[in-house]
Every structure is written in structure tokens, then in C-alpha cells.
């Protein structure tokens, strides 16, 4: 039986013994403490599933972290010697090698701008980036002092814990 059955098969069973009028205490009881003992241990093996899942997530992102070092450290080689391949062309005045498979040529890249002086600048070359958001640490502190925020409010949801 799923969790989901379980709970709405206890909420059935609790509203239905609430209208009987002459049923013993015990019964209620023992008939409940059934349901819920059920419950409890369709739970608990739900949780230990959830907890499988995020061990098996911590593995995964740890494995992610080693391959993101990894590929930092292939990335800075393939760049140191991609430097060094050309400068060694530049150098000897080789600007082009080919093979079959790869063709490689040193080639001049577009001209890129360099500020050597801010203050320097005239105003038309000046951009203004103005950037605004709320400010959520100062709607909370209102809110939780009772202040009303209008366009805002508090909102507190729920969390399963497992230990």
C-alpha cells in the first residue's frame, strides 16, 4: 500500500469512527494505533529511500567537483601550450603548419580597446549601469515587526527533517 493511501485510508477510518456514537475506546484505539503503526513504517522506509537519494546526490556532486578540477587543470594546459605554440611561431617566423588532420596558423585578432586613464575620458565614453531590487533583509525585519509591506509578505514553509 502507498503512503498516500494510508494516510487517506486513516483520515476515512478516523472520520468514520467519529460518528459512531457507541463503539468502546479500545477499539477506536487499537483500530487507529493499527493504521498508524502502518504509517509509521511506510515512513520510515520512505525516508530511508530520501536519504539513499541525497547520499547518492553528495557522491555525484563530489565526483562533479573532481571533474571540474580536473577539466580546470586540461584547460590550463591546452592554454599554456597553445601560448607556447605561439610564441615559438612568432618567434622563428613560422606562421602556418598543416598536416592532413590540422591545419595552424597565427592570425592577428581584431583590435580591442585599453583604458589606460579613466579620469582621462570624455563623458560620451561613460555608460551608466544602474541596477535596483528590493531589499528583502529590510521587508522581513518590517514584516516581522509588524509592519504592514505592501507588494510584500511572509511566507514559512515546511521541511521534512531526517536524522
Known amino acids: 500500500m502507498k503512503l498516500y493511501e494510508i494516510s487517506k485510508e486513516y483520515q476515512d477510518t478516523l472520520h468514520a469512527l467519529g460518528e459512531i456514537d457507541e463503539l468502546p475506546e ?49 584547460v590550463s594546459r591546452s592554454g599554456k601550450l597553445r601560448a607556447y605554440l605561439l610564441k615559438e611561431m612568432a618567434a622563428t617566423g613560422i606562421l602556418e603548419a598543416k598536416n592532413a588532420e590540422l591545419v595552424v596558423k597565427v592570425r592577428k585578432n581584431p583590435p580591442s580597446v585599453i583604458v589606460d586613464d579613466e579620469s582621462a575620458l570624455a563623458n560620451q565614453y561613460w555608460k551608466t549601469k544602474t541596477e535596483v531590487t528590493p531589499n528583502r533583509t529590510a521587508i522581513k525585519l518590517a514584516l516581522l515587526e509588524g509592519e504592514p509591506v505592501e507588494g510584500a509578505h511572509l511566507d514559512q514553509a515546511l521541511r521534512l527533517e531526517i536524522k
Do not use: C, P, W
Not at 30 to 57: C, P, W
Open 26 to 74: 479500545e477499539v477506536i484505539s487499537d483500530t487507529l494505533d493499527g493504521i498508524a503503526g502502518e504509517f509509521r513504517d511506510k515512513a520510515i522506509n520512505v525516508a530511508a529511500y530520501v536519504a539513499n537519494l541525497e547520499s547518492e546526490a553528495a557522491q555525484v556532486k563530489e565526483a562533479m567537483l573532481r571533474m571540474r578540477e580536473r577539466h580546470s587543470k586540461i
